[in-house]
């Protein structure tokens, strides 16, 4: 159980959030020079705010007002720096060992080993940082911060240093890592799936405040607001107006039409008829109507609209479709009102690539509102 | 003598380039620019000021000689010369090596449990070790070649205080050319094994 809240006043920036989790890995994400970084620096002591309070598992680690400013080297805090900071002029072993200085020879060795074979470094203690890959490095900066065995680790941005592939390879690694340890985790990462697949929690900053802190299931399907939305990369964010808002269902009105959408079930969100709405609508959400099947039923085929393709991007296994509805009007987003995103499958079925032409439905299930 | 006044500006100057690198505190633009000081200043003027100051009327000179330490024309006062002169290298080039050691380095160990002096003799010197040297060196060849302020304070007392430069000097002076020549290889001969000792040196990684 960690809980912070923290103000830091810097030349051009103001650091201030308020966030605490329960859940083992807690995520910040959120773009560069939000403040990610500086709250982990504040954690582990190496950066003193202004004012705030740091609690982890009960231990006060700072508190401004009762003058508490616990040391760094006396937090015990796991910190994996970004770019991994290994020390330059000492072996892989010696990294692993540095934290354990003042223990007994024994323990130290024991430790390092233990360190050495769970993180899969066997072979490799005699060499220098320099002579390791990105994956290995990071295992040596992980192994280095677990080796003391901390309370909580702080991993700055971990697999920003790799390429694409081996970065994917190693999210799966760290994960499980993380995992076999059990230790609770602060992450910071400007990769929303990074956030996801490793974060219970993730926390959204935007310019020096905490915008959203939810479970990740929950911030997935419910972000708090059309900030949070775009951070997270969601496409088709569009604006509408109220028609009618009950705490179950939400009626709306966008480019002539009038669509339904679920009302968010834990917060429901009640604006009046004619107020402005942000809502989004997942593109791989937006079912297209076959034409070899009839006429749409009305009992099946909700949120009813018909366009067509006006561009289309091929990502290998899916395709998205740009798609431009057939009301008047200039189309929501540029060139198209509408992003769908269909599997290559269906694609190739339905030969999109010659008709250009659809009917969409999409589920009032699959609308969701933003709320303001 | 000069390894001594060597010894002496690495004891001082050491612990100046870390708070000069490391820490931000009032005064500390006017301490950088005193530190310098001694390599801009003509060499007879620093010393006439610490002859002013170590002389026996001085305050520093008379504290001492109450405690029964001479200063003034001894070679002590010759090693404080060579020390004075060439401290400004030694904390310079210490400075540039240690503002250059990677700052999450030195974090990373806090984060471990290190304290700062552990975090200086584990990573910041062995980071840095190389523009210690070669202030070092510099220090100590300035060290060796100082005239004017060990001249002002220390005199040249033949076997006393007459340091190399001084006797080169004086031997020129009684047109004693083939010594003073034989001196003046002996001081290129200390450098030269000095300097390519210390480029060997440089070559090893860590």
Known sequence: MLALSIEKRLPGFTLAVRWETKERVAALFGPSGAGKTLTLQCLAGLLRPDRGRIVLDGRVLFDSEAGIDVPSRARR???????????????????????????????????????????????????YPRELSGGQQQRV??????????????????????????????????????????????????????????????????????????????????????????IMGIRNIL????????????????????????????????????????????????????????????????????GRVVAEADFGTTVALMIRLDEPGSPAQGEYDLEVEVPRLVYEILEIDRDRRWQLSIHRGSIQVLPA | MSVAATAVTLLIGLPLAWLLSHRRFPGR??????????????????????????????????????????LAFTWRAAVVAAAVGSIALVIKAAQAGFESVDRRLEQAA???????????????????????????????????GEFGITLMVAGSIPGRTQTLPLAIYDRVQANQMTEANALALIAIGVVVVLVFGVSRLARLRY
């Not at chain 1, 901390?150 to 799966?172: C, W, Y």
């Open chain 2, 110 to 144: 806090r984060t471990l449990g290190r304290s700062e002096w552990s975090i200086f003799w584990s990573v910041t010197l062995p980071l840095a070790w190389r523009a210690v040297l070669a202030g070092t060196v510099l220090a100590f060849c300035r060290a060796m």
């Open chain 1, 77 to 127: 805090l796991g910190y994996v720096f970004q770019g991994y900071a290994l020390f330059p002029h000492l072996t892989v072993g010696e990294n692993l060992g540095f934290g354990l200085r003042g223990r007994p020879r024994a323990e130290r060795a024991r430790r390092v080993a233990e360190v050495v074979e769970r993180l899969e470094l066997g072979g490799l203690d005699r060499r």
């Open chain 1, 141 to 230: 900066a992980l192994g280095r911060a677990l080796a003391i065995d901390p309370d909580l680790v702080l991993l700055d941005e971990p697999l920003s240093a790799l390429d694409a592939p081996l970065r994917a390879q190693l999210r799966g690694e760290l994960g499980q890592t993380l995992r076999e340890w059990g230790k609770a985790t602060v992450l910071v990462t400007h990769d929303f799936a990074e956030a996801y697949r490793l974060g219970d929690r993730i926390v959204v900053y935007e310019a020096g405040r905490v915008i959203q802190s939810a479970p990740r299931s929950e911030l997935l399907w419910q972000p708090a607001s059309e900030t949070v939305a775009r």
């Open chain 2, 29 to 70: 633009d006017l301490l950088e620019a005193l530190v310098v000081l001694p390599l801009i200043l003509p060499p007879t003027v620093l010393g006439y000021y610490l002859l002013l100051l170590i002389g026996r009327q001085g305050p520093i000179g008379a504290a001492l000689a109450a405690a029964g330490i001479e």
């Open chain 1, 239 to 306: 604006r509408g107006t109220v028609i009618k808002a009950t705490p179950d269902r939400i009626q709306l009105r966008w480019r002539g039409l009038t669509l339904e959408a679920v009302n968010s079930p834990t917060r429901a969100y009640l604006p009046p008829p004619e107020a402005p709405i942000a809502f989004f609508i997942r593109p791989e959400y937006v079912r297209l109507i076959r034409k070899d099947r009839g006429a749409p039923d009305p009992d099946h085929h909700m949120n009813l609209m018909s």
